[in-house]
């Protein structure tokens, strides 16, 4: 099993519409997770941190799932701009991060 | 948000030569990273740097690598004696502290002939 799964994509959605991704890791003690964006050949962009709590962010909520080990990101009311690789960050310990394979959203007029 | 430079922008190396690949963040962040992401791959973590001593390191960063801070602003990534599969863009990035968010340079695409 793979320490971060994400949904392998790639997402086709219209502008303004509402999208999810989700992304399992295997390592139960992990106590970070992030969610990045990248677009094409760019470095990642911190899009938010995901909090026990959940977390909102404008148009972005990110959940996160202990028991299911699971972790969120929703986008709603889609924009052009939202086009990009997310990628979803787990902590198995501090100072050493794994990501996922990344999930590809393009966002159509 | 913190500014993260990394030097040089490209880098082409014959196979067996040496790189440093240098990162500058304009920041008082204390943790330091590199990654590296081969062409069409996901980011792989090689190395946590705080406290000037590696504070975790992956399998892919083996006897090749080597970081440090030499002068305690620039943050450098050597590669020994490089092979073609080193070829991969190498970001650097910082946090405040180990579990926070990190901030990432733009990177340095290397390639290896």
């Known amino acids: 099993r793979k320490e971060v799964e994400q949904d392998p994509g790639p997402f086709n959605v219209p502008e303004g519409a509402t999208v999810a991704f989700n992304c399992t890791y295997s390592n139960s003690a992990s106590q970070s997770f992030f969610w990045y964006r990248q677009d094409c050949r760019k470095e990642p962009k911190l899009l938010m941190s995901v909090y026990s709590s959940g977390n909102e962010d404008g148009r972005f909520t990110a959940q996160l799932n202990r028991a299911s080990q699971y972790i969120s990101l929703l986008i709603r009311d889609s924009k052009l701009s939202d086009s990009a690789t997310y990628l979803c960050?787990?902590?198995?310990?501090?100072?050493?991060?794994?990501f996922g394979d990344g999930t590809t959203l393009t966002v159509k007029p | 948000e913190p500014e993260v430079t990394q030097t040089p922008s490209h880098q082409v190396t014959q196979m067996g030569q040496e790189v440093i690949l240098r990162c500058v963040p304009i920041?008082?962040?204390?943790?330091f990273y590199w990654y590296r992401q081969i062409l069409g791959q996901k980011v792989e973590f090689l190395v946590s740097?705080?406290?000037?001593?590696?504070?975790?390191k992956s399998e892919i960063f083996d006897d090749q690598f080597s970081v440090e801070r030499p002068d305690g602003s620039n943050f450098t990534l050597k590669i020994r004696s490089t092979k073609l599969e080193d070829s991969a863009m190498y970001f650097c990035?910082?946090?405040?502290?180990?579990?926070?968010?990190?901030?990432f340079g733009p990177g340095t695409r290397l390639t290896v002939t």
């Open positions: 960050v787990v902590e198995p310990n501090a100072g050493k991060s794994t």
């Open positions: 740097f705080y406290n000037n001593e590696i504070s975790e």
């Open positions: 920041s008082n962040h204390l943790y």
């Open positions: 990035a910082i946090s405040e502290t180990a579990s926070y968010e990190q901030y």
